[in-house]
């Protein structure tokens, strides 16, 4: 079985608002992540190709190093159409399954992705990792890949399994820390911070945030 993983990335200029950086640090935070996340996934023995969409060049000047697919999304209209134009291209290319990654879940082992693909993936099947809010989706792996349409602009997990029911009985919901921790907003950043996952990656984002130590 032939599996990617598609990652569609917003532009950094539009992207982590709540932030509230400036430009500067917003691509830099952006950079980071892209980065972790693709090194990450690029060391996982069950994905054989990584598709980045979007129309951020430095977003694939990064993908150049793990030698991702490029698609360029000139339209940016949001996760689901991206997804939709990696879904053409897995099937011009014969990947049967799929797995769709955010950007900005840094903290995401490849431990977990293991974990992920020994979780429950049966011939016609879905699984689904929430967000840490329960208001998103962080992972979903399709087996096969056309076997829905996704609905990430409807914000909730229990969209996709909407869409997921229509088509199988099996669809799953897999609980794993490190991929539901994305990056949104302050509290998030300091949630991870406690956390300390990846000390290297949270030292980057206290410089780049200007975090004193002594705060955690």
């Known amino acids: 079985m032939k599996t990617s993983a598609i990652i569609p990335i917003k532009s950094f200029s539009r992207a982590k608002t709540r ?28 994905i054989q190709k990584i598709i980045l969409v979007s129309k951020e060049e430095q977003a694939f000047k990064i993908g150049k190093k793990f030698q991702c697919e490029e698609i360029f999304d000139a339209n940016e209209s949001g996760v689901n159409e991206a997804v939709n134009l990696a879904d053409s291209w897995m099937s011009e290319n014969q990947f049967s399954q799929s797995v769709v990654f955010p950007q900005d879940i840094p903290f995401m082992t490849t431990y977990d992705i293991e974990f992920l693909f020994n979780f429950d993936i049966r011939d016609n099947s879905v699984i689904v990792v929430p967000s840490r809010h329960f208001d998103g989706t ?32 099996h669809y799953s919901l897999a609980l794993i820390e490190r991929i539901m921790l994305d990056i949104d907003s302050m509290s998030d950043v300091d949630f991870a911070l406690k956390k300390n996952i ?19």
């Not at 992540?33 to 690029?42: A, R, Y």
């Not at 990846?198 to 955690?216: L, V």
């Open 19 to 46: 932030l509230n950086l400036n430009p500067e640090k917003t691509q830099i935070f952006c950079q980071l992540m892209l980065e972790e996340v693709l090194e990450t996934v690029s060391k996982s023995d069950y």
């Open 138 to 169: 962080n992972a979903l792996i399709r087996t096969p890949a056309n076997i829905m349409k996704t609905r990430y602009d409807e914000g909730s997990y229990r969209s996709q399994f909407e869409s997921a029911k229509k088509q199988t009985n």
């Open 198 to 216: 990846k000390p290297a990656i949270c030292q980057n984002i206290r410089e780049i945030f200007e975090i004193n130590d002594e705060k955690f």
